[in-house]
């Protein structure tokens, strides 16, 4: 499927907090306590902090279009905006998202490749993110792009804490 990446902005705010929120709960809400659940989503996609998100110079959104709609969006970070100490030749990937209906079309690899390719055009020599250990579709995903894991870290969902792998892909 050929799709269109186009950069997110400020007037992007409500359909991104729409697609935050529909694509983390579909991912997530299985494995999770809907309390927990809430918490999270209230904390990491109400409107304030998207806002500051996309007003972020380090920090940029994309969407993912199908025809006309959007079918999933990818979150960046480099410099002081990745959520870990990675240094200035890291580049974050740290959110990656498809719409349940527009899975295995394609889209979560033309993602990936767009943050690759912004990576290597900002000159990063490697590229990470953190994936829950219990989510083994990403992780089979991730370590077939190239990416090996190389520590973890905690993750919050509420005030459950939950594990995250530290995975990195270095950039030729």
């Given at each position: 499927?050929?799709?269109?990446?186009?950069?997110?902005?400020?007037?992007?705010?409500?359909?991104?907090?729409?697609?935050?929120?529909?694509?983390?709960?579909?991912?997530f809400?299985?494995?999770?306590?809907?309390?927990?659940?809430?918490?999270?989503?209230?904390?990491?996609?109400?409107?304030?902090?998207?806002?500051?998100?996309?007003?972020?110079?380090?920090?940029?959104?994309?969407?993912?279009?199908?025809?006309?709609?959007?079918?999933?969006?990818?979150?960046?970070?480099?410099?002081?905006?990745?959520?870990?100490?990675?240094?200035?030749?890291?580049?974050?990937?740290?959110?990656?998202?498809?719409?349940t209906?527009?899975?295995?079309y394609?889209?979560?690899?033309?993602?990936?490749?767009?943050?690759?390719?912004?990576?290597?055009?900002?000159?990063?020599?490697?590229?990470?993110?953190?994936?829950?250990?219990?989510?083994?579709?990403?992780?089979?995903?991730?370590?077939?792009?190239?990416?090996?894991?190389?520590?973890?870290?905690?993750?919050?969902?509420?005030?459950?804490?939950?594990?995250?792998?530290?995975?990195?892909k270095?950039?030729?």
């Amino acid at each position: 499927m050929t799709a269109i990446i186009q950069k997110c902005t400020v007037e992007d705010l409500q359909e991104l907090q729409k697609i935050s929120i529909e694509t983390f709960t579909d991912t997530f809400q299985e494995q999770n306590s809907p309390e927990h659940l809430q918490a999270y989503l209230e904390k990491a996609y109400n409107l304030e902090q998207l806002k500051k998100e996309l007003a972020n110079p380090l920090s940029h959104f994309f969407f993912v279009y199908s025809g006309q709609d959007i079918a999933g969006y990818l979150k960046i970070n480099t410099g002081s905006a990745q959520t870990e100490e990675s240094g200035e030749d890291a580049l974050e990937i740290e959110r990656i998202y498809v719409r349940t209906k527009f899975h295995k079309y394609g889209l979560g690899k033309q993602l990936l490749q767009k943050a690759i390719d912004l990576a290597l055009q900002l000159g990063k020599k490697k590229i990470w993110l953190g994936v829950w250990e219990d989510n083994k579709n990403a992780i089979g995903f991730y370590q077939n792009k190239g990416f090996v894991q190389t520590g973890a870290h905690s993750f919050f969902m509420g005030d459950d804490e939950q594990i995250d792998l530290i995975m990195i892909k270095t950039l030729s």
